[in-house]
């Protein structure tokens, strides 16, 4: 539980705020009928595909479910390494 | 007159299908409509209760369905309203005794004798939930301000887009302003933003209806209560005319305590 101190200095978010995000997730995952770890496994292969073709930093892939009224989004963003970079790479 | 056929579902149990439906119908018919209230929940029946109509029962549901007796026979007109009907759930039974296409039969006959179905439909997302889907022209989602609740109303919306019954509606029952207030409660348009379909109804947390529910006479009844205002208001939309909704800040604060009273003359 937060103390007083907590809720002042912004530390702890109210309980319906919680609720919301918690919910947010839940709803994302019921929807499309895919587990967190599935996702997660989804990720993995998507940058596994991907980095075949071009170079990529799987530290930077960033992939989201968003929410669009009632569909949902798979949102990628997948930053791609300059060309230079790559065939400099290859000759070392 | 157009015959509708109204669902009230909500896939978590307890959240107020049976005082919804009965205090829709309830308003539908004080506003002069002919109006047959089902209970689809086989099994398990309450609508009598709440309606104050459990004295009444000879024939169910599932005694037209199987043939025992007629339509009409099974219509329970209520106390109050000569216009206001119930066909009772069989209490001995359980779902499987009825199919959707029983029901779609059993609707298609009763809209012939009325200018508004109400079924209310039981929790879940098996049988009885079918049942009480197949036949309706527009499916009411009711959920309360809480995890569980609004999870199981997602889960639900989708089932009734995936049947093609909707755009579904949505009643949000049990709201304590207070709480939202003080943001310890989802709040509506937390609430629409997640489930995204059309809101017709917001009812206030009220005491009120538990006396109601105690004494057999639906609160939309009772003029001076906030959650029968609040259904009155959801029968008016379902009739289709714009009504502002309630404004439903914190009633038991102190300003608007004294403001009442001034109001009322301190009474």
Redesign the interface.
């Known amino acids: 539980m937060s103390t007083f101190f907590d809720r002042l200095l912004g530390r702890e978010k ?4 919680q ?2 995000d ?3 997730l ?2 994302i995952h ?2 499309i009928d895919l587990n967190p770890g599935t996702l997660e496994t989804l990720k993995d292969e998507l940058i596994e595909v991907i980095s075949r073709h071009v170079d990529i930093d799987p530290g930077a892939v960033h992939i989201k479910m968003t ?1 669009d ?2 569909q949902q989004r798979l949102i990628a963003e997948i930053p791609i390494n300059p060309s230079g970079r790559r065939r400099s790479r290859k000759n070392v | 007159m157009t015959n509708k056929v109204i669902t009230i579902t909500s896939g978590k149990g307890g959240v107020g299908k049976t005082t919804a439906t009965a205090n829709i119908a309830t308003a539908l018919a004080f506003d002069g409509a002919r109006v047959v209230c089902i209970d689809a929940d086989i099994g398990l029946r309450n609508l009598d209760v709440v309606l104050g109509l459990e004295n009444r029962i000879v024939y169910d549901l599932v005694d037209v369905v199987e043939g025992r007796c007629r339509l009409r026979q099974a219509m329970i007109r209520d106390k109050r309203l000569p216009n206001l009907f119930l066909i009772p759930a069989a209490q001995t039974r359980d779902k499987t005794a009825v199919s959707p296409s029983d029901m779609v039969r059993l609707i298609d006959e009763v809209k012939t004798e009325c200018d508004w179905v109400l079924i209310d439909s039981p929790a879940g997302i098996e049988r009885g939930f079918r049942n009480a889907i197949a036949p309706a022209n527009v499916v009411v989602v009711i959920t309360n301000p809480e995890i569980s609740a609004v999870r199981d109303a997602d889960r639900i919306i989708g089932l009734v887009e995936a049947e093609e019954k909707g755009p579904v509606r949505l009643i949000l029952n049990r709201l304590k302003p207070e709480l939202v207030k003080r943001e310890d409660m989802l709040s509506p348009d937390d609430i629409l933003e997640l489930l995204a379909i059309e809101l017709i109804g917001i009812v206030p947390e009220d005491e009120k209806v538990i006396l109601s529910t105690n004494r057999g006479i639906p609160i939309v009844l009772d003029g001076k209560s906030q959650a029968g205002q609040a259904f009155r208001n959801i029968a008016t939309r379902l009739e289709g005319q714009n009504v502002p909704f309630l404004d439903l800040e914190d009633r038991n604060g102190f300003f608007s305590r004294i403001s009442r009273m001034m109001r009322s003359g301190g009474n």
Not at chain 1, 14 to 17: D, Y
Request: charged share 50%.
């Open positions: 109210r309980s319906a705020k609720a919301k918690r919910l947010k839940v709803l019921d929807r929410q009224g009632r």
